[in-house]
């Protein structure tokens, strides 16, 4: 591997695990992010002369921590001298107690602290999202910027934003008392996801940088499941992520969405099949169902089935009315629906979408119209099917998404002028 | 770290409330009050008359205008504030919670604001 190589993959899987530690110590990210972007060049500098180390993360670790002590040094000195600084933060322990024995830079609470503090409630979800990224996950913020489709200044903002809120208010970085760690967890638990939903769902533009968001999000909530590895949530959302990002191969072919009844299975990752198929079952033994468990039990029984007609859609049913009394949202209710349509008879299921719909408040929601219309398909109802297809491609905003629309709207022509 | 805590409650379900309801969300601040100078946090707290005796005095082109009402005509009124000092900011949201707001089912928050360090 050569020394560029190396040094940006140890910098991307370790440079979370040293910037927690150098918060703790240092008392601020800015320093902390600092320290380890100045390490990353030292070691592409330093690499190509003295050959790879051989144990890049240490060495990474090691001159992280002596560029944050030459850091405080050389503030010091310039506090010393002019004795002129009047701006400062305290919210964490004074700069000036860095300790330099090695041995505090292994504490393996550090990046749970990190990651509790960058998901505080007290900061918009959009921050929390930006600041678990950038430290945790050690991308850039261009890279932060164009996996969300922003512009670079509004995301370097939100997190110059966020780390001054963490440090005037005093967010605490530290691991939440038992009181206070389920409301937080879940905070937690749902950055991750939100995370793997934007590179999972939306397919436009930078492809590559969203399936990137996927692996991230994945590699996160393989952290916390490692950190917290008997809260069945944590088990539940890595076993979600893993076996919806099994299928990622199947789901789009010459940039279309193929529907889970029309995809190639033999595409889909067996490995993270697996994998899921594991934690779902040892977060079930684990005690109480939430929401991420009853999700992942559902991607389950549909990854288990080898042909669209073998899938249990009988237990997704019994598991959606599960997951409807511990989170009664609409978008769930129509999963309900649509479950039923497949397993009790599409007119019961149709039936049910229809009262959902009653209320209007799906009317501007795409799925409710696609499900309808996908229902409309099956029972040769060609004309209600093509309305609400129609009624879906005015709604739905994704590229990928509106060919498919499109593509089944043509399709239904096709039959209805076969017929004639 | 001090923190300055504002609550907002809707003025027009207090002024409606049952007297029993009142004295209730009097007692509930009574204490708040007690626990915080028995832990020795409380640096302060006063609850304010409501709005309609509130007057402005606006900063406009030069000249201070005089106005009869608060800055601004918003959903729920500033009804008093707490100072307390507290570790760090989940200490403040713990006291936050306990604090009163509104009464009879009346909505209402709790803004916390860290107080900027002055010198003397």
């Known amino acids: 591997m050569d020394t560029q190589a190396a040094a940006e993959s140890v910098f991307r899987e370790e440079s979370g695990k040293i910037i927690a530690a150098l918060i703790r110590i240092s008392g601020s990210f800015d320093r902390a992010e600092d320290a380890v972007q100045e390490a990353f060049i030292s070691a592409l500098a330093a690499w190509p002369k003295t050959g790879i180390p051989a144990n890049p993360a240490a060495w990474m670790m090691t001159t992280a921590h002596r560029k944050l002590i030459d850091q405080v040094r050389r503030e010091q000195t310039v506090r010393d001298k002019e004795d002129s600084v009047r701006y400062e933060i305290e919210a964490f322990s004074p700069p000036n107690q860095i300790e330099l024995e090695s041995d505090s830079m292994h504490l393996p609470d550090d990046r749970l602290r990190l990651i509790f503090t960058c998901c505080h409630p007290a900061l918009n979800q959009e921050s929390q999202i930006a600041l678990t990224l950038r430290t945790l996950g050690g991308l850039s913020t261009p890279e932060i910027a164009k996996a969300f489709l922003l512009p670079e200044p509004t995301l370097a903002q939100r997190l110059v934003r966020a780390k001054r809120k963490i440090q005037e208010a005093r967010i605490p970085y530290e691991v939440p008392n038992a009181d206070r760690l389920p409301e937080r967890l879940a905070s937690v638990q749902a950055v991750i996801y939100l995370i793997f939903n934007e590179g999972y769902a939306a397919a436009s533009g930078a492809q590559l940088i969203r399936t990137d968001l996927c692996a991230e999000a994945i590699r996160l909530g393989r952290v916390l499941k490692e950190l917290m590895p008997t809260d069945p949530g944590n088990l539940g959302l890595l076993a979600l992520m893993l076996l919806h990002d099994s299928r990622r191969e199947a789901r789009i072919r010459n940039g279309q969405l193929v529907t889970l009844e029309e995809q190639d299975r033999s595409l889909w990752d067996r490995n993270e099949i697996a994998e899921g198929l594991a934690l779902v079952q040892q977060a079930f033994r684990l005690g109480p169902v939430g929401s991420y468990q009853l999700q992942a039990a559902i991607a389950a029984l549909h990854a288990e089935s080898s042909a669209p007609e073998e899938t249990d859609w009988k237990q997704i049913a019994g598991l959606y009315e599960r997951l409807l009394e511990l989170n009664p949202s609409p978008v769930v209710a129509l999963n309900h629906g649509v479950a039923v349509a497949m397993s009790a008879g599409l007119e019961a299921g149709l039936e049910r979408i229809d009262d959902l719909g009653a209320s209007g408040e799906l009317d501007s929601y795409y799925l409710f119209h696609a499900a309808r219309a996908d229902i409309f398909r099956r029972l040769s109802r060609r004309k209600e099917a093509a309305e609400a297809y129609r009624r879906a491609l005015a709604l739905a905003t994704n590229n990928i998404e509106q060919e498919f629309l499109r593509r089944r709207l043509a399709q239904l022509d096709h039959s209805v002028s076969a017929e004639r | ?120």
């Not at chain 2, 309801?21 to 100078?37: C, P, Q, T």
């Not at chain 2, 601004?72 to 707490?82: C, H, N």
């Open chain 2, 1 to 120: 770290m001090r923190y300055m805590f504002l609550v907002y409650s809707t003025e027009t379900a207090e002024a409606t409330a049952a007297p029993a309801s009142l004295r209730e969300v009097a007692e509930a601040h009574r204490r708040v009050m007690d626990e915080a100078s028995r832990k020795g946090v409380l640096l302060g707290a006063e609850p304010l008359k409501p709005t309609s005796t509130a007057t402005t005095v606006r900063s406009q082109d030069g000249e201070k205008i005089i106005v009869d009402g608060p800055f601004a005509e918003t959903k729920e009124q500033l009804a008093g504030y707490y100072i307390l000092d507290c570790r760090d900011l989940d200490e403040a949201i713990d006291w936050a919670k306990k604090i009163p707001t509104g009464c009879k089912g009346g909505e209402g928050c709790i803004e916390i604001r860290p107080l900027e360090k002055t010198e003397h």
